[in-house]
Structure formats: C-alpha cells, structure tokens
Nanobody
Framework: QVQLVESGGGLVQPGGSLRLSCEASGINFPFFIMTWYRQAPGKERELVASITPGRATSYGMFVKGRFTISRDNAKNTVNLQMHLLEVDDTAVYYC?????????WGQGTQVTVSL
C-alpha cells in the first residue's frame, strides 16, 4: 500500500520559517519525481517545488528563492524548507510522487501565515 505522509505544517508569523516533510512508503522512492503542491481556499492547486530522481529542482515563480526542496533517498523523504513566509503562502501543502503516468498524493498539511 502506497502512503505519503506530510508533516511540519503549522501557524507561523510573516517572515518566519517552516520545514515540511513527506515520508513515502510502498514505492521505489529514488525513482520517483517528488513534488510539493499547495492549494489555498478558493484557488486552484499550484506547483510549489519539484525534484527529480537526479535531484534537478524546479520552483513556482512565486517562490522567488525563499524555498528549497530536497530529498533523502535513504529515508524515503522529501523536504521543503520555507523561509520568509508571507500571508499569501497560507494553504494546504500536498506531496506528490510521480513516475511516468502513475502518481500518488498525500493528505496534505496546513500552513497558516498570520500575525
């Protein structure tokens, strides 16, 4: 059974930092593209950051150098380090694992940026 379990969300003030983690099980993790998406209330889901098996990374334009995605294949984990958080970063953050036409999703973790 495939499981993606996100953790690390919470409430943070503007300008603060959070580190999200997603632990995968039931997949051959090193061979999957791992991606973080987010969805804010009333908005479409958008790509935050992605990392390939070869560790090439890409980011949504709104990231502007504030976030870093990384993967630890020994722990089947992908991380998203977020700095300089803004109110507009408030959303549910989802982890996705993709290999060709197969993809799996986690349940999401809430990130709230507020005073």
């Amino acid at each position: 059974q495939v499981q993606l379990v996100e953790s690390g969300g919470g409430l943070v003030q503007p300008g603060g930092s959070l580190r999200l983690s997603c632990e995968a099980s039931g997949i051959n993790f090193p061979f999957f593209i791992m991606t973080w998406y987010r969805q804010a209330p009333g908005k479409e889901r958008e790509l935050v950051a992605s990392i390939t098996p070869g560790r090439a990374t890409s980011y949504g334009m709104f990231v502007k150098g504030r976030f870093t995605i990384s993967r630890d294949n020994a722990k089947n984990t992908v991380n998203l380090q977020m700095h300089l958080l803004e109110v507009d970063d408030t959303a549910v953050y989802y982890c996705q694992a993709q290999q060709q036409s197969t993809s799996y999703w986690g349940q999401g973790t809430q990130v709230t940026v507020s005073l």
